[in-house]
């Protein structure tokens, strides 16, 4: 099986006020993603989807696409507004595509066969594109996806709330349900809490940082789920057709199944600015990726 890694890289990262997926981040100039990229290719990802936006392609290429064209397959794909299907108009007010699920769909024609989605802003650590790598290539099931799953301690900002998708599993290690946690922080008593919600959120508790592994079926699921989402919503100009509503959408139909993939690694993502330095220090301790 040709296994792909797709690449989130169409998103404007608005709270922190920029393209985070071209900011430099790495001592030798390292984007964020080019780790992820780096420990996709060590794990056995023989092909590298990148999902941008159109008006960024030419700096994206000369930006990051160089970097890797020549180390592996990579191949592009286009998130936009108007890729919808037959018979469903964008409405004029829209000013951004229709969310991740729509930004999956749009890699479509460039996967094969099995393939992880990782956000280009995000990075998950060796470990978990290892054990989503593993699971494709052990589970022949194709409605058999998988998530990575981080402790919610490893993933929270020292500067921010953030929004993380608080994770159900079952004793056999399948996703339940995952219910999206919009302003989670640590306070001043040490307890993590979500807003001003009194009841506190273990450290522990397994969280969802949008990495999943998928086989084609999701693909051909997704298009068959996308107008009916259109149908419901594609009049609202801000509704999103994401991936965890889509996945919880399958698993309430018992259309597919979901192993949790839990790792103790941290995660590291720029939430805000104040972030930045911590991150820059993180990835001064390894090795790059294009060297």
């Known amino acids: 099986m040709k296994k792909s890694l797709v690449v989130l890289a169409a998103g404007m990262g608005s709270r922190y006020g920029g393209l985070k997926q071209m900011d430099p981040i790495g001592p030798a100039g390292e984007f964020i993603l080019d780790y992820s990229v780096g420990d996709a290719v060590q794990a056995g990802f023989e092909r590298i989807v990148f999902v941008i936006r159109p008006d960024i392609e030419q700096d994206f290429r000369r930006l990051v ?29 829209r000013k951004k595509p229709w969310g991740t699920a729509h930004a999956v769909l749009a890699a479509r024609n460039e996967v094969p066969d099995g393939f992880a989605v990782v956000n280009a802003d995000d990075y998950y650590g060796a470990e978990a594109l290892r054990l989503t790598a593993d699971f494709l290539d052990a589970n022949a099931d194709p409605t058999r996806f998988c998530m990575v799953a981080y402790r919610l301690d490893n993933t929270l900002s020292d500067f921010s709330t953030v929004s993380r998708g608080v994770c159900t599993v079952a004793e056999d290690h399948s996703l339940t349900t995952i219910r999206e946690r919009l302003a989670l922080r640590r306070c001043p008593d040490g307890i ?100």
């Open 65 to 93: 696409g160089k970097r890797w064209e020549t180390r592996t397959d990579v191949r592009y794909a286009y998130q936009k507004s108007e890729d919808v299907p037959a018979g469903f108009a964008v409405p004029p007010e």
């Open 192 to 291: 993590i809490r979500d807003g001003d919600d009194p009841d506190g959120i273990p450290d522990h508790t397994p969280v969802s940082m949008n990495m999943w592994g998928f086989k084609h079926d999701y693909l051909a699921k997704l298009e068959r789920d996308f107008p009916r989402f259109l149908e419901k919503y594609g009049s609202l100009p801000k509704s999103e057709f994401q991936v965890p509503t889509t996945v919880a959408t399958l698993l309430k139909r018992k259309e597919a199944s979901v192993s949790v993939l839990q790792t103790n690694t941290r995660w590291f993502g720029i939430t805000s600015r104040e972030d930045r330095p911590a991150v820059e220090a993180f990835f001064k301790t390894l090795p790059s990726p294009l060297s």
